[in-house]
């Protein structure tokens, strides 16, 4: 069955800290890897991932992608209060299914 | 461009009652998609549907629940008999094709359901 853990599920920061969020996957027929911020309402894409050892960079947050480990890492730079929210990895079921299979998420709360 | 809208924002239903909620994609796309989200859980599929046809409903419960996507108006998820259990947050997404993994899905704000 296709899984996605994310670790840790929650993590507490003070403002200006770099945080590292991780997400490992067991799926077949891997295609992509997802990653998502979720604050109180809609989880806004963050980052699509195929290709590992590329960096996907957006401002403070870059990620990258690990094929042979099965995992991603998401990083987050001189943190701000703002980036405070719910991070969900997601990866593409096996078999050509349309469906995501998401992680439980990782709670990041930055502390002013 | 208005994204995904799903309304109501929030509904409460007593147990036994219906719970319908309304998702309409982003104009022109002919692709949604529900989960659902248990408080400290990660997003759930639910069902994949096009225009008029339910493509993949293997994530939905096999009783109360059912969803239709008409080809005019919006795509409804209508759950039967609603239980306590079912109290969650119920996201939408919508895209213009059957996604090749090069398209990210967009997410709707959600409709948080609570059962009492």
């Known amino acids: 069955e296709d899984k996605v853990v994310q670790s840790p599920l929650s993590l507490v920061v003070h403002e200006g800290d770099t945080v590292t969020l991780n997400c490992s996957y067991e799926?077949?027929?891997?295609?992509?890897l997802l990653w998502y911020k979720q604050e109180k309402k809609a989880p806004t894409f963050l980052f699509m991932l195929t290709s590992s050892g590329i960096e996907k960079k957006s401002g403070r947050l870059s990620s990258i992608l690990d094929k042979k480990e099965l995992f991603s890492i998401l990083n987050i730079t001189a943190t701000q209060t703002g980036d405070s929210a719910v991070y969900l990895c997601a990866v593409p079921a096996q078999g050509g299914s349309e469906k995501l299979v998401f992680g439980k998420g990782t709670k990041l709360t930055v502390n002013p | 461009n208005a994204g995904v809208m799903q309304n109501p924002r929030h509904l409460v239903r007593r147990r036994g009652q219906e719970a319908r909620l309304r998702c309409s994609p982003v104009k022109g796309h002919s692709h949604v998609y529900w989960y659902r989200q248990l408080p400290e859980e990660g997003l759930k599929f639910m069902v994949y549907l096009q225009k008029e046809n339910i493509i993949d409903e293997s994530g939905m419960p096999k009783e109360r629940f059912s969803a239709e996507f008409p080809k005019e108006g919006p795509s409804i998820l209508r759950i039967q008999q609603v239980v306590r259990g079912d109290s969650a947050a119920y996201f939408c997404?919508?895209?213009?094709?059957?996604?090749?993994?090069?398209?990210?899905?967009?997410f709707g704000n959600g409709t948080r359901l609570t059962v009492t």
């Open positions: 799926v077949t027929n891997f295609r992509s």
């Open positions: 997404a919508s895209s213009p094709r059957s996604r090749s993994y090069n398209s990210p899905l967009h």
